[in-house]
């Protein structure tokens, strides 16, 4: 029979297995709804990568170097689907707009638009130490 501390290190690594499961089928179970199809026959993921397809050519390395630089302070590894979620809106808005390139003005309100209202207070601090004004933008946070 298991005592001593044998028995609370083989509880702790239960709890801490568990936990670890329970954390990524969270994360999993997320990733399936978004590739779930919705009534028009694509899925959110299908729709981010037509918005990054159909816009790839107007972007330019400054506009790339600027969404890098907004999306520094995600985790890493939460960094990659980021950068392609707020590309995607960034995307749909350029389209929407018929824009002949993506410009820095597309670049805030896609991102606005992309984060979730939970996340806007480290937007607006992002935004502030890179000296942007978001004064024009207010309205995006609501």
Request: proline share 4%.
């Amino acid at each position: 029979m298991l005592q001593g501390w044998f028995l609370w290190f083989i509880l702790f690594w239960v709890v801490v297995l568990i936990s670890l499961m329970a954390i990524g089928g969270f994360f999993m179970f997320r990733k399936f709804l978004k590739a779930l199809p919705k009534q028009d026959g694509k899925s959110d993921l299908d729709w981010q990568e037509y918005y990054l397809d159909k816009t790839i050519h107007l972007w330019g390395q400054a506009e790339k170097d600027l969404l890098y630089e907004l999306v520094s302070p995600v985790p890493e590894l939460f960094r990659q689907v980021a950068k392609e979620k707020i590309a995607g809106k960034i995307g749909e808005l350029a389209l929407e707009e018929k824009a002949a390139a993506i410009n820095n003005d597309l670049i805030i309100r896609g991102y606005i638009q992309a984060t979730p209202k939970r996340d806007h207070k480290f937007l607006r601090k992002k935004l502030e130490q890179m000296q942007i004004d978001i004064a024009p933008y207010e309205h995006l946070f609501e």
